[in-house]
């Protein structure tokens, strides 16, 4: 079965760090570009962040201003999500997603909440 | 930056159809996918390649982007159906995902 993961949501407090982890199983994943996106609490999706299989490719949302690193670990199966200098509006559900070679988001994983508040 | 732009809401009786619409600058030129997402779940692709369905979509999705906008149809809409969805493309000129903002449909 194909599933992503996703762990390490929680409450942190304002200008704190996170980090994101997604597990993946059921398929290669060192040949799947990969994304995390996500929704604020009634609100609709944002893209955040992608990195290509390889590592060669590595993008962010402008709104994010370079507080966020992306990146993977093929051997382990694992993306992650480095959050830095959280702020209030980072709150959210956040949802790790592989990227096929027809260029959608076809796998999603169940979502880990992130909360940013003192 | 590039913006998709749908209508908040939809609403159709069960049995009709729901047409969704998503705007775009030249949005016809680029490959357009549709994202269902139910209360408390995570989104799942109904339309990949402006028309194509994944397997298990069921075949009354649809999806067509010849011109502005490009639309996301479903035909003989189920109870079921009901959801909010979410069209989305890549942008070229910035390396982004963009996604629309998402449009409640209501079965009534």
């Known amino acids: 079965e194909v599933l992503l993961v996703e762990s390490g949501g929680g409450l942190v407090k304002p200008g704190g760090s996170l980090r994101l982890s997604c597990t993946a199983s059921?398929?290669?994943?060192?040949?799947?570009?990969m994304n995390w996106v996500r929704q604020a609490p009634g609100q609709g999706l944002e893209w955040v962040s992608s990195?290509?299989?390889?590592?060669?490719?590595?993008y962010y949302a402008d709104s994010l201003q370079g507080r966020f690193t992306i990146s993977r670990d093929n051997a382990k199966n694992s993306l992650y999500l480095q959050m830095n200098s959280l702020r209030a509006d980072d709150t959210a559900v956040y949802y790790c997603?592989?990227?096929?070679?027809?260029?959608?988001?076809?796998?999603w994983g169940q979502g880990t909440m992130v909360t940013v508040s003192s | 930056s590039y913006v998709l732009t749908q209508p908040p809401s939809v609403s159709v009786a069960p049995g009709t159809t729901a047409r969704i619409t998503c705007g775009g600058d030249?949005?016809?030129?680029?490959?357009v996918h549709w994202y269902q997402q139910k209360p408390g779940q995570a989104p799942l692709l109904v339309i990949y390649?402006?028309?194509d369905r994944p397997s298990g979509i069921p075949e009354r999705f649809s999806g067509s982007n010849s011109g502005n906008p490009a639309t996301l149809t479903i035909s003989r809409v189920e109870a079921g159906d009901e959801a909010d969805y979410y069209c989305?493309?890549?942008?070229?000129?910035?390396?982004?995902?963009?996604f629309g903002g998402g449009t409640k449909l209501t079965v009534l």
């Open positions: 997603a592989r990227e096929t070679g027809t260029d959608a988001f076809d796998i």
């Open positions: 390649y402006d028309s």
């Open positions: 990195i290509s299989g390889s590592n060669n490719y590595i």
């Open positions: 059921g398929f290669t994943f060192s040949t799947c570009s």
């Open positions: 030249n949005i016809g030129i680029k490959s």
């Open positions: 989305q493309v890549w942008d070229s000129s910035s390396d982004h995902w963009v």
